[in-house]
């Protein structure tokens, strides 16, 4: 796509005044926005793979996905190569638009004619997708008399007003002011989720009813060898099946590296799930996240289910 670079100036230039991020003194960038839709009619109980080119002339920078479906598995690979999850879940799980789409945590950089993937299995129904983003123009801040008049700042590109921050926007996050967590200098992040195997295809944790009650169960998200991984928050989804009429799963968290989380078992799904926490997790490359579980309060008949889920960065150190 083509764009008049006059336009995007005057965009620049009022874009600048709402308090947006912008990047250092003497660079700024106008975002446009513009989405990608995938979808797949191709019913099949095998995996098919459909894939979308990234088109224009810049950087088109992800930052959402809105998808319908429910029995259908998915996996998205992003155009760096890695995978957006790191097995396949239900598309269910994250289906959802406005409000209730899935929002990436840092927009995902997509350089042009690169290619964006998902992998679909046992696609019953069809699937539609729309990834939605912009694209990033980056721009010289205009120095001169004639602009200095015009925009009224003077001899200095940023307005004078909220001076505590480099970009002067007081909603930005925490961490754009020092506070809260950011990448330690020396190394990089990029953001993930790992997620536990889903108990729909057996390889998960199932309490099978009474018989289970009081007994203990374990659940493990081993952490791969490349990379550290720093959890922000985590997810739990605990599912059940018609005939269950009551039942908790509680759970203990650890690291088999010795550290523990809680000293005893809680109900996380009710009480952490889905809280950003105080501190950053920091887990070493080849350690492994448990949790130690146990159904309480059980009553009916039939199954209960859980699934975890552990947002946040992979680190590694830069270069490497």
Same mark, same amino acid.
């Given at each position: 796509?083509?764009?008049?670079? #006059?336009?995007?100036?005057?965009? $620049?230039?009022?874009?600048?005044?709402?308090?947006?991020?912008?990047?250092?003194?003497?660079?700024?960038?106008?975002?446009?926005? =513009? /989405?990608?839709?995938?979808?797949?009619?191709?019913?099949? /109980?095998?995996?098919?793979?459909?894939?979308?080119?990234?088109?224009?002339?810049?950087?088109?920078?992800?930052?959402?996905?809105?998808?319908?479906?429910? @029995?259908?598995?998915?996996?998205?690979?992003?155009?760096?190569?890695?995978?957006?999850?790191?097995?396949?879940?239900?598309? #269910?799980?994250?289906?959802?638009?406005?409000?209730?789409?899935?929002?990436?945590?840092?927009?995902?950089?997509?350089?042009? #004619?690169?290619?964006?993937?998902?992998?679909? @299995?046992?696609?019953?129904?069809?699937?539609?997708?729309?990834?939605?983003?912009?694209?990033?123009?980056?721009?010289?801040?205009?120095?001169?008399?004639?602009?200095?008049?015009?925009?009224?700042l003077r001899a200095n590109p940023l307005p004078p007003k909220y001076l505590a921050h480099p970009n002067q926007n007081i909603l930005a996050p925490?961490?754009?002011?020092?506070?809260?967590?950011?990448?330690?200098?020396?190394?990089?992040?990029?953001?993930? @989720?790992?997620?536990?195997?889903?108990?729909?295809?057996?390889?998960?944790?199932?309490? @099978?009813?009474?018989?289970?009650?009081?007994?203990?169960?374990?659940?493990?998200?081993?952490?791969?060898?490349?990379?550290?991984?720093?959890?922000?928050?985590?997810?739990?989804?605990?599912?059940?099946?018609?005939?269950?009429?009551?039942?908790?799963?509680?759970?203990?968290?650890?690291?088999?590296?010795?550290?523990?989380?809680? $000293?005893?078992?809680?109900?996380?799904?009710?009480?952490?799930?889905?809280?950003?926490?105080? =501190?950053?997790?920091?887990?070493?490359?080849?350690?492994?996240?448990?949790?130690?579980?146990?159904?309480?309060?059980?009553?009916?008949?039939? #199954?209960?289910?859980?699934?975890?889920?552990?947002?946040?960065?992979?680190?590694?150190?830069?270069?490497?």
């Amino acid at each position: 796509m083509k764009k008049d670079s #006059q336009l995007i100036l005057e965009a $620049d230039w009022l874009l600048s005044k709402c308090g947006r991020p912008t990047p250092p003194r003497g660079l700024s960038s106008v975002y446009i926005p =513009h /989405s990608f839709l995938l979808q797949t009619l191709d019913l099949t /109980s095998g995996q098919t793979t459909i894939e979308k080119t990234v088109t224009g002339d810049t950087t088109w920078m992800l930052r959402a996905i809105s998808a319908n479906g429910v @029995t259908p598995y998915w996996q998205v690979i992003l155009p760096n190569g890695q995978p957006l999850v790191n097995q396949s879940q239900l598309v #269910q799980e994250v289906a959802g638009y406005g409000s209730g789409r899935l929002v990436m945590a840092k927009e995902v950089p997509c350089p042009p #004619q690169s290619k964006i993937q998902v992998r679909i @299995t046992a696609a019953s129904e069809p699937v539609q997708m729309l990834f939605e983003g912009a694209y990033c123009y980056y721009l010289k801040l205009q120095t001169g008399v004639a602009y200095e008049r015009w925009s009224g700042l003077r001899a200095n590109p940023l307005p004078p007003k909220y001076l505590a921050h480099p970009n002067q926007n007081i909603l930005a996050p925490c961490w754009m002011h020092g506070v809260g967590p950011s990448t330690p200098a020396g190394y990089e992040d990029s953001p993930f @989720t790992y997620v536990s195997a889903p108990p729909v295809l057996g390889y998960g944790l199932q309490f @099978t009813g009474p018989s289970d009650i009081l007994q203990f169960a374990t659940i493990e998200i081993p952490i791969e060898s490349a990379s550290d991984f720093v959890v922000r928050r985590f997810h739990f989804d605990v599912t059940r099946d018609a005939g269950v009429t009551g039942g908790s799963i509680l759970a203990r968290i650890r690291a088999a590296s010795g550290h523990v989380f809680s $000293d005893d078992y809680m109900d996380v799904a009710r009480y952490i799930g889905g809280a950003p926490f105080a =501190h950053d997790w920091w887990l070493k490359a080849q350690d492994t996240i448990i949790l130690d579980l146990q159904l309480v309060d059980f009553t009916g008949t039939g #199954q209960m289910y859980m699934q975890v889920y552990a947002e946040g960065v992979k680190r590694r150190k830069a270069g490497a």
